[in-house]
Nanobody, 121 residues
Framework: HVQLVESGGGSVQAGGALRLSCTAS????????MGWFRQAPAKEREVVAV???????AYADSVKGRFTISKDNPKSTLYLQMSSLKPEDSAMYYC????????????????WGQGTQVTVS
């Protein structure tokens, strides 16, 4: 049974940076696709970035060039480095996991963290 715990959220001024972390407990994450999603009030949950088992990454157009997803398999930790933050990046950020191949729709992910709030003013 995999558990995901996010950390690193907070409040930051526009143009600032934050690094989110997601620590996983459970089976070998080398076989997992992991992703970051976000949900703002009254909006649907949307994909931010995903990273495949072999390290291939994909990003939402809105964050390309500003956010970087990475993972440290021995530490079972997923990261999201966010820079040049904008007020529209404000949301609850969730990490998620699915086995084998990646997907960009949140319905495809079976395991979720509790979320960490990011507020950009």
């Amino acid at each position: 049974h995999v558990q995901l715990v996010e950390s690193g959220g907070g409040s930051v001024q526009a143009g600032g940076a934050l690094r989110l972390s997601c620590t996983a407990s459970g089976p070998d994450l080398n076989f997992a696709c992991m992703g970051w999603f976000r949900q703002a009030p009254a909006k649907e949950r949307e994909v931010v970035a995903v990273i495949a088992r072999i390290g291939t990454t994909a990003y939402a157009d809105s964050v390309k060039g500003r956010f970087t997803i990475s993972k440290d398999n021995p530490k079972s930790t997923l990261y999201l480095q966010m820079s040049s933050l904008k007020p529209e990046d404000s949301a609850m950020y969730y990490c998620a996991l699915r086995w084998n191949f990646c997907a960009v729709n949140s319905d495809a992910y079976i395991t979720w963290g509790q979320g960490t709030q990011v507020t950009v003013s």
